[in-house]
């Protein structure tokens, strides 16, 4: 299965490719730091995962200071920790897969304020209601069918504090295509109506959003 996957990447390129199971993640966690970086960031070398700045964490709007309480959403390896945990309070990342969760302690290690979490893969049931300033989620929407995103945007609203942000990137219909998990706007405004949403940044084939907490009580 994952070989069939990896032909039909090659000639159809990444992004075209129908959402990517938890089978894949667990193949890509697997073996070396480079292979993971490689499967995590489509062809990355190493020195491409620790140098490229096109991220979320790199928009101006993702705003961060030394008091916040910062949670990435399926961090994967941890690869943009190196630029957040240096300037934030706490940086806690969240996998569903365990050897990406190990991989990323060990190449974050060097940041003392830090922690990586396994998680079931919907939910946030680790952490408290109302407990940080930040959460984001980046390359990982497009790898989640609705329900699974649907739970996210319940749980992220949960465990931000009031005024919190969420920045994620969605994907659009209009790349992607297939209704499982690609999104219209009106999707995305639906998604994440608990929340004030901006559209920031420009890219075709995502929807890249700050969405502050509304208060709803
Ligand atoms: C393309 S990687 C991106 C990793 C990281 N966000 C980055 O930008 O380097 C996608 C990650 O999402 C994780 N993932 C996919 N579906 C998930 C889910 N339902 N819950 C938690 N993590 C998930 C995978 O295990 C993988 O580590």
Not at 34 to 60: L, N
Not at 74 to 86: D, F, K, L, N, Q
Not at 171 to 195: C, G, M, Q, W
Request: include cysteine; charge should be positive; proline fraction near 2%.
């Amino acid at each position: 299965m994952v070989k069939i996957r990896n032909i039909a990447r090659k000639f159809l390129g990444r992004d075209k490719i129908k959402s990517i199971g938890k089978e894949y993640w667990e193949s890509a966690a697997s073996g070396s730091v480079e292979k993971a970086m490689k499967r995590i960031c489509d062809g990355f070398t190493r020195e491409d995962f620790e140098t490229k700045k096109e991220s979320i964490v790199f928009v101006k709007e993702f705003q961060i200071s030394s008091r916040d309480e910062v949670l990435e959403l399926a961090c994967g390896m941890g690869r943009t920790c190196r630029w957040v945990a240096p300037k934030v309070k706490q940086y806690t990342g969240v996998d569903f897969i365990p050897q990406m969760v190990e991989k990323a302690k060990s190449y974050n290690s060097s940041f003392l304020n830090t922690k990586f979490i396994v998680n079931d893969g919907r939910t946030l049931s680790a952490f408290q209601d109302n407990s940080f300033d930040v959460v984001y989620c980046e390359i990982a929407f497009q790898h989640m069918t609705k329900d699974v995103q649907e739970s996210y945007a319940e749980e992220v609203y949960r465990v931000l504090k009031n005024d919190g942000f969420f920045f994620v990137q969605l994907p659009k219909i209009e790349f992607y295509k297939d209704p499982t998990f690609a999104l219209s706007k009106e999707e995305v405004n639906d998604l994440l109506r608990k929340y004030e949403t901006t559209y920031i940044g420009n890219s075709s084939a995502y929807h890249i959003v700050m969405a502050k907490k509304l208060n709803l009580a």
